[in-house]
């Protein structure tokens, strides 16, 4: 019989334990935390405000990326 291994036996599982833990090797437990904080701030906004909130933090996204290949390259340059 083949082998299978995982990452979760049964000395560590949460039923055995009892104990709340993730295993993640794709970081989606980290990317739903981050959307369920962005769910809470925006909590309790209208509709408007939310899709206002959403664009500003696009917009100030875009305007820390860099404009050319020239700046890439300087932070390239600079980071060796």
């Given amino acids: 019989m083949e082998n299978i291994h995982v990452e979760v036996c049964s000395a560590c599982h949460p039923f055995y334990t009892g104990q709340m833990r993730f295993v993640d090797t794709a970081g989606r437990?980290?990317?739903?935390k981050a959307k369920q904080e962005n769910a809470y701030k925006l909590e309790g906004l209208s509709k408007k405000e939310r899709r206002a909130a959403k664009r500003k933090e696009k917009v100030e996204e875009e305007m820390s990326?860099?404009?050319s290949l020239e700046e890439v390259r300087k932070?390239?340059?600079?980071?060796k």
């Fill in 65 to 67: 990326r860099p404009t």
């Fill in 29 to 32: 437990v980290d990317k739903f």
């Fill in 75 to 79: 932070t390239v340059v600079g980071s």
